[in-house]
């Protein structure tokens, strides 16, 4: 088992930056890729970035590159996104998921089917 804790959701104005933090614990952090997920009220969850367990691959939705920075430290079991230019569409309760071990990124980490553990989530409002 992989317990998540997101924090550092909030309110910010529009352009404004954020960093969510999600703290794992349980089973080996760094063999484990992550993924941060959002879902706006009345809207399917949506893939936002993943990282590899090393941290040497990244991927995100074309909705944040160039905004988002996904990152992790395996030392501290900490998987980090800072987001950067917010818009009010970025809007929505921020979930990061863990993997399980194996396999090489591809498309497939963008599906929530892909993610073994989910965090209960933090709110990010951003107002305009």
């Known amino acids: 088992q992989v317990q998540l804790v997101e924090s550092g959701g909030g309110l910010v104005q529009a352009g404004g930056s954020l960093r969510l933090s999600c703290a794992a614990s349980?089973?080996?952090?760094?063999?484990?890729?992550m993924g941060w997920f959002r879902q706006a009220p009345g809207k399917e969850r949506e893939f936002v970035a993943t990282i590899s367990w090393s941290g040497g691959s990244t991927y995100y939705a074309d909705s944040v590159k160039g905004r988002f920075t996904i990152s992790r430290t395996n030392a501290k079991n900490t998987v980090y996104l800072q987001m950067n230019s917010l818009k009010p569409e970025d809007t929505a309760v921020y979930y990061c998921?863990?993997?399980?071990?194996?396999?090489?990124?591809?498309?497939?980490?963008?599906?929530?089917?892909?993610?073994?553990?989910w965090g209960q989530g933090t709110q990010v409002t951003v107002s305009s």
């Open positions: 998921a863990a993997r399980s071990p194996g396999g090489v990124l591809n498309s497939s980490w963008t599906k929530v089917r892909s993610y073994d553990y």
């Open positions: 349980g089973r080996t952090f760094s063999n484990f890729a």
